[in-house]
């Protein structure tokens, strides 16, 4: 367990978190003017996550253990000199940080002969063997464009579809053409949301023969691989992006960026490289 700072966390502190320990600014916190504004380029720091690298810099330095919450909390308090420029400088970038265990109502589904993910091989979980899919759309406030993302859960190799609605139809297809160029053997179970989106995944079953199943509402964690994966293409298409005014290309590009990104988690690797020791493609 990292240890917990309870003491407010001085400017000058965070400068130094802000930098190698050359003297340097490390990665992710460029002298270029990022978006928003920012002096911080939006590039992605060693191992993941912007506090978590900081917090071990000054470990490194030698100073005071910091932890990673109290990083959040000081870049989050309203009194902190230059909120907006570090908030920039985070993965997510939320303007306000989101609340943890909200219990909410569930809704009834309405996804037709639906599947718990509590009927899912308990193997699956595991990541040991490849062809476990996680899927997921996401959606444009400006017009009716979506992207549909599925990401597999041993290699995280991620595959963004952009569709012109987020309907059940447009999903069932996109499905269906990006699983269907892989051999049988790497499309194993798919997991989803209960999205209405996906409710002719009895039709995904037919095309691929991948099995699917539903996580519980309101458990996106059920779903982690994806959402993460959902997160970097975000790096890219930030929310308010209209997908209607990207184009394939770009999409294709960003696909192929994260899927040759070495990975911690996969010994730096990169999913392409984590999938292709397993299985080739059919075309």
């Given at each position: 367990m990292e240890p917990r700072c309870t003491t407010a966390i001085p400017h000058a502190v965070l400068s130094i978190v802000l930098m190698s320990g050359d003297g340097q600014p490390a990665a992710g916190s460029g002298s270029g003017t990022g978006p928003s504004g920012s002096m911080?380029?939006?590039?992605?720091?060693?191992?993941?996550?912007?506090?978590?690298?900081?917090?071990?810099?000054?470990?490194?330095?030698?100073?005071?253990?910091?932890?990673?919450?109290?990083?959040?909390?000081?870049?989050?308090?309203?009194?902190?000199?230059?909120?907006?420029?570090?908030?920039?400088?985070?993965?997510?970038?939320?303007?306000?940080?989101?609340?943890?265990?909200?219990?909410?109502?569930?809704?009834?589904?309405?996804?037709?002969?639906?599947?718990?993910?509590?009927?899912?091989?308990?193997?699956?979980?595991?990541?040991?063997?490849?062809?476990?899919?996680?899927?997921?759309?996401?959606?444009?406030?400006?017009?009716?464009?979506?992207?549909n993302s599925l990401t597999e859960r041993k290699s995280r190799l991620i595959l963004i579809t952009r569709i012109k609605r987020r309907g059940a139809t447009e999903t069932m297809e996109a499905v269906i053409d990006r699983l269907g160029a892989w051999p049988h053997k790497f499309c194993k179970t798919l997991t989803l949301d209960n999205g209405t989106e996906n409710t002719k995944h009895e039709l995904i079953t037919a095309g691929v023969g991948v099995k699917c199943y539903f996580a519980h509402p309101y458990a996106s964690w059920e779903r982690g691989t994806n959402e993460n994966a959902n997160g970097l293409v975000r790096w890219y298409f930030h929310k308010g992006t209209d997908f209607a005014k990207i184009t394939d290309d770009q999409v294709a590009l960003v696909e192929n960026l994260l899927n040759n990104r070495p990975r911690k988690c996969l010994g730096f690797k990169t999913p392409i490289e984590a999938a292709a020791s397993s299985v080739a493609l059919r075309h």
């Open positions: 911080c380029t939006r590039s992605f720091p060693p191992g993941g996550r912007l506090s978590r690298y900081r917090a071990g810099c000054l470990w490194i330095i030698g100073d005071s253990s910091i932890s990673t919450e109290a990083i959040y909390q000081y870049i989050y308090d309203a009194k902190t000199q230059d909120r907006e420029e570090l908030i920039a400088c985070l993965r997510r970038s939320h303007k306000k940080r989101k609340q943890r265990a909200v219990v909410r109502k569930q809704k009834r589904t309405k996804i037709p002969n639906r599947v718990s993910i509590e009927d899912r091989p308990q193997s699956v979980a595991g990541r040991r063997t490849y062809g476990h899919w996680e899927g997921d759309s996401m959606v444009s406030r400006k017009s009716a464009f979506a992207i």
